[in-house]
C-alpha cells in the first residue's frame, strides 16, 4: 500500500488539475455558480424548520443552525459517495489507454466536494455571526470548541474516501451498487440525526438494553459525524419535543466518537486496499 501512495504522490498535481476539472463542470454556465452548493441545503433546512417548529412544536432554541450544522457534512458525504461510484466506469475509455494511478478519479470527486463543504461552513459561520449577533451573543458558538472542527473534517474526510474507493470500484463490475448505495444513503438520512437530536433517541431507549442500543446506533459512523459537529460548531442546547418535554443536552460522546474514528479510518485502509486489489482488472471490463 505504500508503493501505491507513492506513486499517487507523484502524479499530485494531475489529482489537483482534475480537482480543478470537477469544479469547473459543475457550475458550467451557471450564474449563481457555487452558490447552488448552498441553495438546496439551505431551502431543506427552511422547510424542515418551517414542518417541525410550526406544525411538530418543536421549541428547540435557534432549531435551524442545529439542523443545517448536521445536514451540511451529511449532504457532503451522499454527495461525495454518489460522484465517486460513478467516477472510474464512466472513464473507463481513459484508463483504458493512459496509465495513471486509478484511485486518483474517486479522490478527485471526494476533494472537489470537501472543497465546497469547507466553503459551505464558512458561509455557515456568517449565518452563525448573525443569528447569535441579534441576541449580543449569548450562548455564543464561537468559543474553544471550534478548535475542534480540523479533527473532525479530518475523520469525514476519512469515511468518506474509504466508501469512495471500496463503491467506485465495485460499481465497474457490479453496476448493482450504484443502486444500493442510492437506497443505503436515502435511508440513512432517516439513520442519522439531522432532523432530530441524540438526545431524543437517547430519551426513547428504555430498558436494560437502552445503553447498548444508543451505542450501536452511534456505530453508524455519520450519526457520530454529524453530532460532533453540531457539538464542535454549537453551544450544547436543551431540546425541546412535543407536550412540552424537554431534553437536556448530553456531554460530548467521547466513547462513540472514539468507536467512529476507528471505523471510519478503517474504512479508509479497507476500501484503499480493495480498489488496489481491483484497480488492474478494471481495463478487462468490455
Request: net charge positive; hydrophobic share 55%.
Amino acid at each position: 500500500m505504500l508503493s501505491e501512495l507513492k506513486e499517487l504522490w507523484r502524479f499530485r498535481e494531475l489529482l489537483a488539475a482534475m480537482v480543478e476539472r470537477e469544479l469547473k463542470i459543475r457550475y458550467k454556465n451557471s450564474v449563481l455558480g457555487f452558490f447552488w452548493s448552498l441553495l438546496i441545503p439551505l431551502v431543506t433546512v427552511a422547510v424542515m424548520t418551517v414542518v417541525f417548529k410550526v406544525f411538530l412544536k418543536n421549541g428547540t432554541p435557534n432549531f435551524s443552525a442545529y439542523v443545517l450544522a448536521a445536514y451540511l457534512p451529511f449532504l457532503f458525504v451522499n454527495q461525495a459517495i454518489l460522484d465517486s461510484a460513478q467516477s472510474v466506469i464512466v472513464s473507463l475509455p481513459v484508463v483504458k489507454k493512459v496509465y495513471f494511478p486509478r484511485e486518483i478519479l474517486p479522490l478527485a470527486s471526494v476533494i472537489s466536494n470537501f472543497i465546497h463543504l469547507i466553503l459551505s461552513l464558512l458561509v455557515f459561520f456568517g449565518y452563525l455571526f448573525v443569528m447569535y449577533g441579534k441576541s449580543g451573543f449569548i450562548d455564543s458558538p464561537f468559543t474553544w470548541r471550534i478548535a475542534f472542527l480540523p479533527v473532525v473534517l479530518v475523520q469525514t474526510f476519512a469515511f468518506s474516501c474509504g466508501a469512495a474507493f471500496l463503491i467506485s470500484a465495485l460499481n465497474v463490475f457490479y453496476e448493482d451498487v450504484k443502486y444500493v448505495v442510492s437506497v443505503m444513503l436515502y435511508l440513512l438520512f432517516f439513520l442519522t440525526p439531522v432532523m432530530y437530536f441524540s438526545e431524543q433517541v437517547r430519551a426513547g431507549l428504555k430498558g436494560a438494553t437502552a445503553d447498548l442500543m444508543f451505542n450501536l446506533y452511534h456505530l453508524n459512523p455519520v450519526a457520530m459525524l454529524v453530532t460532533s459537529y453540531r457539538r464542535t460548531l454549537l453551544p450544547p442546547t436543551q431540546v425541546h419535543v412535543g407536550d412540552g418535554e424537554v431534553l437536556q443536552p448530553l456531554p460530548f460522546l467521547w466513547p462513540q466518537f472514539w468507536m467512529s474514528v476507528v471505523v471510519c479510518f478503517g474504512l479508509l485502509v479497507f476500501g484503499y486496499w480493495v480498489f488496489n486489489r481491483m484497480k488492474w482488472r478494471f481495463v478487462e471490463r468490455p
